[in-house]
Nanobody, 120 residues
Framework: QVQLVESGGGLVQPGGSLRLSCAAS????????MGWYRQAPGKQRELVAG???????NYADSVKGRFTISRDNAKKTVYLNMNSMKPEDTAVYYC??????????????WGQGTQVTVSS
């Protein structure tokens, strides 16, 4: 069974930094695009950043220049480095990934989410 497990959330002051990690585990044949989404209270889930299997990133306008997405294919892990954080970055952050489990078709999986709070 494929699982995506996030880590690295927490409380940070405005202007500070955090690094989120998301590791895929299970019987995996291939991993395609991966991404980070976030959902603030009372708001819809939104894409923060995505990265293709080849490493090409894309970002929401609200985080360009502050956040960096990267991946380590050998570790089956995607990262989100967040700098110059703002209170409006406060949300539950979710990772997702297009994964082909061994013997099965491609499917999009989601992590359980990790809380990020930006506050003084």
């Amino acid at each position: 069974q494929v699982q995506l497990v996030e880590s690295g959330g927490g409380l940070v002051q405005p202007g500070g930094s955090l690094r989120l990690s998301c590791a895929a585990s299970g019987s995996i044949s291939s991993i395609g695009a991966m991404g980070w989404y976030r959902q603030a209270p009372g708001k819809q889930r939104e894409l923060v950043a995505g990265i293709t299997s080849g490493g090409s990133p894309n970002y929401a306008d609200s985080v360009k220049g502050r956040f960096t997405i990267s991946r380590d294919n050998a570790k089956k892990t995607v990262y989100l480095n967040m700098n110059s954080m703002k209170p409006e970055d406060t949300a539950v952050y979710y990772c997702n990934g297009d994964v082909r489990a061994t013997g099965l078709s491609w499917k999009t999986y989601w992590g359980q989410g990790t809380q990020v709070t930006v506050s003084s």
